[in-house]
């Protein structure tokens, strides 16, 4: 019973995958509004009784692909420091980050986002998204009182953003492990500049 019951369950997920992939594919081509379901099952190969199994909208599809990729959007940002207790940038390699491997992941996603209006609002959401993973993971000390502290998480959210952005309409022109490196290298020159106005350490970690 159990086996079948994963049988179930990964064909949809193989199902759910193909329709997802179908409608990012059709959404290269033309505005979501006017893509039909017939046109996603089709090209996804599946059924529309599987369409209606798994959703009920075309929107639920979307509203899903965007989860997806926000929920690996934070577990990538996490990594370099899910299991400690303080980061020091010093001893950090560029192959702890992962937030570029995610976007090379999710890089047709990435790419609509960059050159469709499908995606009005959604480089926000990732700045917001980021800057509150900011807020929950990280102490801040400063050792000048003038800085904001909203701002500064502002300042790095959408900073690193806008490095990401740059990477997508470069059309990919650098390879993930290079992307790491020069936030690394960023990060670092950044403390140089000022390590005593800012000291930084992992708090406890909080649920989404």
Known sequence: MG?????????????????????????????????????????????????????????????????????????SFREPYKDLEKIDVRYLTSKAIKIFEHVETHASFYTLIASSTNFAGFENKLCQEIKQLLFNDFAYSLSNQTIDI?????????????????WVHTDYQYSS??????????????????????SVEVVEKKSN
Do not use: P, W
């Open 3 to 75: 086996e079948r019951s994963d049988q179930v369950d990964r064909r949809i997920l193989k199902s759910r995958a193909a329709m997802k992939r179908a409608l990012l594919s059709l959404m290269k081509k033309k505005d979501f509004k006017s893509i039909s379901i017939t046109e996603i099952v089709h090209e996804a190969d599946v059924n529309r009784g599987t369409f209606y199994k798994n959703y009920v909208y075309k929107e639920d599809i979307l509203d899903e692909i965007i989860c997806d990729v926000t929920n690996d959007l934070i577990m």
């Open 177 to 198: 492990e290079y992307m790491a490196e020069q936030l690394l290298e960023i990060i670092r020159n950044s403390q140089r500049i000022s390590i005593k106005e800012i």
């Open 150 to 166: 909203n701002i500064l998480a502002s300042y790095h959210s959408y900073a690193l953003v806008g490095m990401i952005m740059e």
